[in-house]
């Protein structure tokens, strides 16, 4: 048998941006490199859970034992993630874009003409919160917060509002996004663990780690 901690669980992780078109040839995205995510996929995978990867565009390798399915906006992360269940655990990492443009172009919008065009924003599915509260909720879910002040206070408020078990927050006002490091801290019901700066894929497997302890208590209770 398969003694890791995390042997026969079932881990969904999201990672990266997500692309939000505009026509053919433009799109909204933001800086998210995935690297974190990836990191914590390939984490829970060493400790022998069966990892589904959703990731956003990113030129990131796939990690060992991972199974990845790719998408590229909001809307098609959400449908994958709901495709995924039932997962023992879920760490939301991905950058989901807040908002898409409201109607799609087909046809490249052309520049000719005068006023430049309006775009039209409608407001994405909060896939965190949709699953938090959802049926088929993971017995953990993990969201991630990037900030870049009142990290702390900001993360409590939205492990409450997005109905999270963890809050992993991550001052982002230095250089992490793109970056090889991080910061974080956990902030859980039962409190805040900072931890010490140190490289995503040390980051991820302490998390990786804690996820295992503590569905382990939850299965001795
Ligand atoms: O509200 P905010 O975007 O800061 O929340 C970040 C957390 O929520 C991350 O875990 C992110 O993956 C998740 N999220 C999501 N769907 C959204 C927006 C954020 O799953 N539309």
Same mark, same amino acid.
């Given at each position: 048998?398969?003694?890791?901690?995390?042997?026969?669980?079932?881990?969904?992780?999201?990672?990266?941006?997500?692309?939000?078109?505009?026509?053919?040839?433009?799109?909204?995205?933001?800086? =998210?490199?995935?690297?974190?995510?990836? &990191?914590? %996929?390939?984490?829970?995978?060493?400790?022998?859970? /069966?990892?589904?990867?959703?990731?956003?565009?990113?030129?990131?390798?796939?990690?060992?034992?991972?199974?990845?399915?790719?998408?590229?906006?909001?809307? #098609?992360?959400?449908?994958?993630?709901?495709?995924?269940?039932?997962? #023992?655990? +879920?760490?939301?990492? +991905?950058?989901? %874009?807040?908002?898409?443009?409201?109607?799609?172009?087909?046809?490249?919008? *052309? /520049?000719?003409?005068?006023?430049?065009? @309006?775009?039209?924003?409608?407001?994405?599915?909060?896939?965190?919160?949709?699953?938090?509260?959802?049926?088929?909720?993971?017995?953990?879910?993990?969201?991630? &917060?990037?900030?870049?002040?009142?990290?702390?206070?900001?993360? /409590?408020? *939205?492990?409450?509002?997005?109905? @999270?078990?963890?809050?992993?927050?991550? #001052?982002?006002?230095?250089?992490?996004?793109?970056? #090889?490091?991080?910061?974080?801290?956990?902030?859980?019901?039962?409190?805040?663990?900072?931890?010490?700066?140190?490289?995503?894929?040390?980051?991820?497997?302490?998390? @990786?780690?804690?996820?295992?302890? =503590?569905?382990?208590?939850?299965?001795?209770?």
């Amino acid at each position: 048998a398969d003694h890791r901690p995390l042997a026969d669980r079932h881990v969904l992780v999201t990672a990266g941006p997500t692309w939000e078109a505009i026509d053919p040839v433009r799109y909204i995205a933001n800086r =998210s490199s995935g690297k974190q995510g990836f &990191a914590i %996929a390939a984490a829970a995978a060493a400790l022998g859970a /069966k990892v589904t990867l959703v990731a956003g565009p990113v030129s990131l390798r796939t990690p060992a034992g991972v199974n990845r399915v790719d998408v590229e906006s909001a809307e #098609d992360m959400a449908r994958a993630v709901k495709v995924a269940l039932p997962a #023992d655990v +879920a760490v939301m990492v +991905a950058a989901v %874009a807040d908002w898409r443009p409201k109607e799609y172009r087909g046809e490249k919008i *052309k /520049k000719r003409g005068s006023a430049p065009p @309006a775009l039209m924003l409608a407001e994405n599915p909060d896939i965190l919160t949709n699953l938090a509260t959802g049926g088929n909720r993971p017995e953990l879910v993990i969201g991630f &917060a990037a900030e870049t002040e009142n990290v702390i206070e900001n993360a /409590k408020q *939205k492990r409450k509002r997005k109905v @999270a078990d963890w809050i992993v927050a991550n #001052d982002v006002s230095g250089d992490v996004m793109g970056g #090889d490091r991080n910061r974080v801290h956990i902030v859980s019901a039962d409190g805040v663990e900072t931890l010490d700066e140190m490289p995503k894929s040390a980051v991820a497997m302490a998390l @990786a780690e804690r996820i295992a302890a =503590s569905l382990k208590v939850e299965a001795a209770e």
